[in-house]
């Protein structure tokens, strides 16, 4: 503090000083308590995080399309006629497009640092990658008209609104990634165990009554918890297009199927074997793409254009997911931090909604995780060799 030397008025001045010291003590004091105390704070400022753990130098975004129009119905479901979908079945909606080019506009401002500054260099700095279905690669190219709109005015555009971005896809014969429809005999074996399970026919069980029910009303004789999921998906949809849904599922829809449609996500990476095989691609994929960057390469974005369950197999992987159905246009995003002749770090974010997103803590890790305690933590679920470990051994093949 500076001391002042006025005699007459010195008491005064040192009074004036503390006081002003205090207002700044309590303010420290407040900001303090505040930003360790929750997320929140981050989120506000999210780059609270720079200082600490250095600017983001490459982002994985992997996101669910936007709303869409059902894609299956149960045998009684009264809206199973295609004039209630204009789109068609499974396709995205108006709401669906604009959700993923505002999501477009949002990465770019808080992105604009990883995006080039002339539009012949976007394809060194972002790669787009969809699974093969309308509606994910619709979602893929809303998002980039959001993203990269043309930034000049002039006449040589003739009026396009936004840069062409290539986007990728992944065939399902193919796709060892993010829906991993391509074979892997070893996780159907997987499944076909974990269905066999003391703990998922206990689920069962434990829910005897309420799978009566639908079976009676459904008009479906067997259910499984796919079923489960894919009606939660059709009733909310149904609902979020205000048509009414029949008496008997509004009493169970959504409260009384939550646990079953929860459990029918974690279901797919319900063990450390099944994780490796169905969330571990991703995690393999996405770490894989911070070492390139950290090797040199210009490329700024991975983007992954995919489902609900693509979100879940990832987050239940890396022991994230929070067992809520990843909502239409969610996404996560995971950043890769460094400081000069630091260690690198990676923050993960989940955005379920217009709202800011949330940082995810990992476990064993925290808010920051630094990559190379990341890489170990994760080993037991990251393939090596994910071909081969589809493999099943032919001798000891249960049937
Ligand atoms: C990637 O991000 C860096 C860091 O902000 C930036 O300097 C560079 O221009 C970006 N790369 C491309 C190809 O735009
Ligand atoms: C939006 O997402 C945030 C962060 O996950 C969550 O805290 C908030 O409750 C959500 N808001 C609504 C309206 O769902």
Redesign the pocket.
């Known amino acids: 503090m500076v001391s002042v030397q006025l005699a007459s008025t010195k008491h005064s001045i040192s009074f004036l000083l503390f006081g002003t010291a205090m207002i700044l003590a309590t303010g420290l004091l407040i900001y303090i308590v505040g930003f360790s105390r929750s997320h929140p704070a981050y989120e506000k400022e999210h780059d609270a995080l720079e200082d600490v753990f250095g600017?983001v130098?490459y982002i994985n975004i992997l996101y669910r399309h936007g709303a869409r129009t059902p894609d299956s119905y149960l045998p009684t479901d009264p809206y199973n006629d295609i004039k209630f979908w204009p789109e068609g079945f499974g396709q995205l909606t108006q709401e669906g497009i604009l959700q993923h080019y505002n999501l477009g506009g949002w990465l770019a401002k808080r992105y604009s640092?990883?995006?080039?500054?002339?539009w012949k260099?976007?394809n060194?700095?972002i790669r787009v990658v969809s699974t093969d279905w309308d509606r994910t690669l619709a979602s893929a190219s809303a998002e980039m008209e959001g993203m990269f709109p043309i930034q000049s005015n002039s006449d040589e555009w003739k009026g396009l609104r936004s840069y062409p971005v290539p986007i990728h896809c992944l065939t399902d014969e193919s796709d060892a990634l993010l829906q991993v429809t391509k074979s892997c005999p070893k996780y159907a074996q997987l499944i076909k165990t974990m269905i066999k399970s003391k703990q998922y026919l206990d689920l069962f069980k434990n829910n005897e009554k309420l799978v009566e029910y639908v079976k009676l009303h459904s008009g479906k004789e067997s259910l499984t918890l796919s079923d489960f999921q894919d009606m939660y998906s059709t009733f909310s949809i149904e609902k979020s297009r205000n048509y009414i849904l029949p008496k008997w599922a509004d009493k169970i829809f959504p409260e009384k199927i939550m646990n079953l449609v929860a459990a029918s996500f974690e279901a797919e990476t319900w063990t450390v074997e099944m994780k490796r095989l169905r969330g571990g691609p991703m995690v393999k994929q996405f770490l894989g793409n911070f070492k390139t960057k950290l090797a040199g390469s210009?490329?700024?974005i991975s983007m992954y254009s995919a489902h609900d369950t693509t979100i879940s197999a990832f987050l239940n992987t890396i022991d994230a997911f929070d067992s809520v159905p990843p909502p239409f246009a969610s996404m996560v995003i995971i950043e890769l931090r460094q400081l000069p002749k630091n260690d690198p770090f990676v923050t993960v974010w989940y955005k379920t909604n217009s709202s800011d997103p949330r940082l995810l803590s990992l476990p064993s890790c925290g808010d920051a995780c630094r990559l190379s305690q990341l890489e170990s933590l994760l080993k037991p679920v990251i393939p090596e060799n994910w071909d081969e470990e589809c493999k099943i051994d032919p001798i000891n093949q249960p049937n």
């Open positions: 600017p130098q640092h990883l995006l080039p500054n002339d260099q976007i060194k700095a210009s490329l700024n």
